[in-house]
């Protein structure tokens, strides 16, 4: 869905952080080696990060969430990179500012606005909304870097947040003229713009393998949500999660913040940024199916129009605009 998510998780360099295929059965050998499977594995579970947003509704409170996915990867990526994060730890410590300002963005913004925005928007529209950072990346970079915008790229870019206007609308134009919109469709917006700028600065990243980066500001990313759980529990909006929203941590720690982690860089590895990224146009395709087959949420004619919409923008601009 984005060129870049190309950077949830970062792609600069093949990285030589990754599973020896040879220690591993035939098929996950062979799994391993087809860039396409990886990518179709990699999009399905970022679909379903929308679907566990939803679930964790009245399951684990969003800064409960947040704190202890970050908490989690923090205590296991170092163990399986101690290594590299030695090798490569004065980079870190040079940048820790410039990397501390993309994990508060990409990962403690954007992870924390999308779990607001569930309780009172469905996993469809947050699948479809997402939709939108592509579009947004190319406006982030014209200012960021003055990268051109051609003429299709731009109406590439009126005819997705059309479609996002159709999604937080619900189809109806009177919403869209009187302004009067769910909650957390907004949220999910300004989340989508808080990862479009991770995306934009972290094409300045330091010269670190991708997962040692990942690691850095994945720490980053946890000190800077402990205060805001410290708050949560302090205004009395914790409570202990149940046995599903243990679950859907479990889920969110194992499955977005590592698992798709690896899958995503070893497709880049074998086909490069620029075929990978172009999958990434299937997490809103992901997000809805999923939404329906298992929580059940009704797909409505706006999503469909809203979906052919948001695709369409991202075809034109990346595509037919190049």
Not at 34 to 46: D, F, P, S, V
Request: hydrophobic share 55%; charged share 10%.
């Amino acid at each position: 869905m984005r060129k870049a998510m190309a950077d949830d998780m970062p792609s600069r360099q093949a990285d030589n952080v990754h599973p020896d295929p040879m220690a591993t059965p035939s098929l996950a050998r062979r799994l391993w080696g087809n860039a396409y499977l990886l990518m179709i594995l990699t999009t399905l579970i970022w679909g379903g990060n929308a679907v566990a947003s939803r679930m964790a509704v009245g399951n684990i409170t969003p800064m409960a969430l947040t704190s202890l996915r970050w908490v989690a990867v923090c205590m296991l990526m170092p163990l399986l990179i101690r290594r590299d994060l030695v090798t490569y730890w004065p980079q870190i410590r040079e940048r820790w500012r410039f990397i501390a300002l993309l994990g508060i963005a990409g990962f403690t913004g954007f992870n924390t606005l999308m779990y607001l925005a569930a309780y009172s928007t469905s996993a469809i529209n947050i699948g479809i909304l997402q939709g939108s950072i592509p579009v947004i990346v190319l406006v982030g970079a014209f200012f960021a870097y003055r990268i051109p915008i051609t003429g299709m790229q731009a109406l590439g870019v009126v005819v997705t947040l059309l479609g996002v206007a159709v999604t937080a609308s619900r189809g109806d134009i009177e919403v869209l003229t009187g302004f009067r919109f769910v909650p957390g469709d907004l949220l999910m917006i300004l989340a989508c713009v808080f990862y479009a700028s991770y995306t934009v600065g972290v094409r300045n990243r330091p010269a670190v393998p991708a997962l040692v980066f990942f690691t850095a500001a994945a720490g980053f990313a946890c000190l800077f949500s402990l205060p805001l759980f410290a708050a949560e529990i302090a205004l009395g909006a914790f409570h202990w999660p149940t046995a599903t929203g243990w679950g859907v941590l479990a889920f969110t720690v194992i499955m977005p913040s590592i698992v798709s982690q690896l899958t995503f860089m070893r497709a880049i590895e074998l086909i490069g940024p620029g075929r990978a990224g172009l999958f990434v146009n299937l997490v809103p395709v992901f997000a809805p199916l999923l939404a329906v087959l298992i929580l059940g949420e009704p797909f409505g004619l706006y999503h469909a129009v809203a979906l052919v919409l948001v695709l369409g923008g991202i075809f034109i601009a990346e595509r037919l605009g190049r």
